[in-house]
């Protein structure tokens, strides 16, 4: 049944909010909930993408790996990280630090805020869907907790790379999606301008993503989304990562890579 807080705003309006470049990235998160983070930098085959962070820090006492899509607060940033759309080397130094991560015994915490891996010639010819492809292959054998928050924009297979979890927790207001709006209606209807009708269609708010198995907890923003007001949500994000942290750590290695794999399997099933 629908509540009156998922009412508030049309998928529309939470795609907008979404987008909101006043909305918190992924380097706010990492200095309000993370103590002594070392970032940790390249791919080790091409260079360093910007696009994604990486590094090692501490949650409540306990080592974790954290890394996130990166989104510019202004134009001079979202230009070095090519306004959060990763190119392959992004990708491949998020899997040599994930490798690393279950290498030590760290649970790994990722963060979703991406309209989608960069889509050029050059990404193109060093690897982007082969990146992608990796990603995804490794995470889902990754002996270790991983838990993945969705905060803004979940676009296509770029941000899936950093989302095969245990648990995916979305922010109220975030979105998570095959691919745009406005390439769903240009693609389906040949019409960009149908992008609105399109996010009905899409069912890619946080709430139709629950509904649908694919989001395992919502955060509630306020009036207005997070940048609003982004401490108590914040707090809020805090305290499940506490709690689903320490859960998943007392989880043996067999259940939590079962559990893992039919979380997927039963995704699309109805």
């Known amino acids: 049944m629908s509540t009156a807080r998922e009412k508030r705003y049309s998928p529309k309006e939470r795609v907008a909010l979404a987008r909101s470049p006043k909305r918190p990235n992924v380097r706010v998160y990492i200095d309000r909930l993370f103590d002594n983070f070392f970032e940790l930098r390249g791919d080790r085959l091409f260079g360093d993408d910007k696009a994604i962070v990486c590094g090692v820090a501490e949650l409540d006492g306990i080592p974790v790996t954290v890394a996130g899509h990166v989104k510019g607060a202004a134009l001079e940033e979202n230009v070095a990280c090519n306004f959060g759309m990763p190119n392959p080397e ?15 015994g760290r649970p790994l915490i990722t963060f979703i805020d991406t309209p989608g891996a960069y889509p050029g010639k050059g990404a193109e010819e060093r690897g982007q869907g082969e990146a992608i492809a990796s990603c995804l292959y490794e995470l889902s054998n990754l002996k270790i907790p991983i838990i993945a928050v969705v905060t803004g924009e979940g676009g296509s297979g770029g941000a899936l790379a950093l989302s095969v979890a245990d648990k995916i927790v979305m922010l109220e207001n975030a979105v998570y999606s095959v691919l745009s709006p406005e390439g769903f209606a240009t693609i389906l209807w040949k019409d960009a301008k149908r992008s609105g009708e399109a996010c009905e269609v899409m069912k890619l708010t946080a709430y139709d993503l629950q509904r649908n198995g694919i989001a ?16 108590p949500v914040i ?4 305290a499940y990562l506490k709690k689903e942290l320490s859960r998943l750590m007392k989880t043996d290695v067999n259940t939590l890579l079962n559990t893992r794999y039919e979380k997927y399997r039963k995704i699309g099933r109805g």
């Open 90 to 104: 992004g990708y491949r130094k998020f899997k040599r630090i994930a490798l690393q991560s279950e290498k030590f």
């Open 235 to 238: 707090k809020e994000l805090e």
């Open 216 to 231: 395992d907890e919502i955060i509630k923003e306020p009036k207005g989304g997070i940048q609003e007001s982004p401490t």
